[in-house]
């Protein structure tokens, strides 16, 4: 800092400093995130002619996706699926994630890494895996068969029962991450204090902790909707042919018959849509919070 009249100035260096620190992440961002969602709503406006895509301007790409019924049906259903991700993790991951808080055991950083250790694994991998365990000759079948629950094995692959199954597997630890983050923040003494106040275990959590760790669950929940809507590997590989949606659909036209105008659409659209959930979803509930408390 350099001294006149009392009073420090910063130095161009300092002023710089955060110009020079956040200049090589806003690079990052600028070539590998926006320049491509840039190119890629450029690209869905074009028209696509004999196998080309051409220099002509238009909106048939969007026209032909929303006016036909077979397009909006896969979105609601990549939407629904979504939807039941999402809380399936949600329920799954709450008492989880308030048993790993709330445990003192010396055994509670190994089954922290448990949980997460399937993040270290290939999607594919585990995919992969469910593909074995949940099909026809699976593990699964083979027990229900046994138990004579069935007189046949039950179809889990190559439907939406499959690709929940497997995207809820996949998705469960981020689920867990969020609401231990809430839980972590929150101090149990306020659970204690509400049970020495004559409320119950029951009556605690809802009244208590449920509501002081809503933060963590809706964002767990909106981050793994917005993983399950763009999800490719889990439906493509546990849905097969059977099952379509968005990101397969996308997938299928720009590998499939190379339109890349319209797979460039649908992909707008789908993020367009899911961005919007998303976001009038922590409105609501920001509002509702503030609202409630």
């Not at 999402?86 to 089954?111: D, E, I, K, N, Q």
């Not at 959590?205 to 964002?219: A, H, R």
Request: hydrophobic share 50%; net charge positive; charged share 10%.
């Amino acid at each position: 800092m350099e001294e006149g009249h009392g009073v420090a100035r910063p130095t161009l260096t300092e002023r710089l400093r955060p110009a020079i620190l956040l200049g090589p992440l806003g690079i990052h961002y600028l070539l590998f995130f926006f320049m491509p969602l840039v190119y890629m709503l450029g690209s869905s406006f074009l028209k696509f002619e004999s196998g080309f895509a051409t220099e002509e301007l238009t909106l048939y790409n969007y026209q032909r996706f929303l006016f036909d019924s077979f397009y909006l049906r896969v979105l609601v259903n990549t939407l629904a699926m979504s939807l039941v991700v999402s809380s399936l993790t949600t329920v799954l991951g709450y008492p989880v994630a308030y048993f790993l808080v709330r445990m003192r055991s010396r055994w509670r950083s190994t089954l922290v890494a448990m949980v997460y250790s399937p993040l270290l694994t290939s999607v594919v991998a585990r995919t992969y895996g469910w593909l074995i365990i949940l099909d026809d000759t699976g593990i699964v079948n083979q027990i229900l068969l046994g138990l004579g629950i069935v007189d046949e094995p039950v179809r889990l692959v190559f439907n939406f029962t499959g690709v929940t199954i497997g995207l809820t597997h996949v998705l469960l630890p981020y689920s867990v991450f969020c609401i231990m983050t809430a839980l972590q923040n929150m101090s149990p003494t306020l659970e204690y204090a509400s049970m020495n106040l004559g409320a119950g275990k029951l009556r605690t959590f809802v009244k208590v902790t449920l509501p002081l760790s809503m933060s963590g669950v809706v964002t767990g929940f909106l981050f793994v909707f917005s993983m399950a809507v763009s999800a490719w590997s889990t439906p493509a590989i546990l849905g097969g042919q059977n099952v379509e949606v968005m990101a397969t659909l996308v997938y299928s036209f720009f590998l499939g018959s190379v339109n890349w105008p319209f797979a460039s659409a649908i992909a707008t659209i789908s993020m367009a849509v899911s961005m919007t959930i998303v976001l009038l979803s922590g409105l609501v509930t920001g509002k509702s919070s503030v609202g409630g408390f």
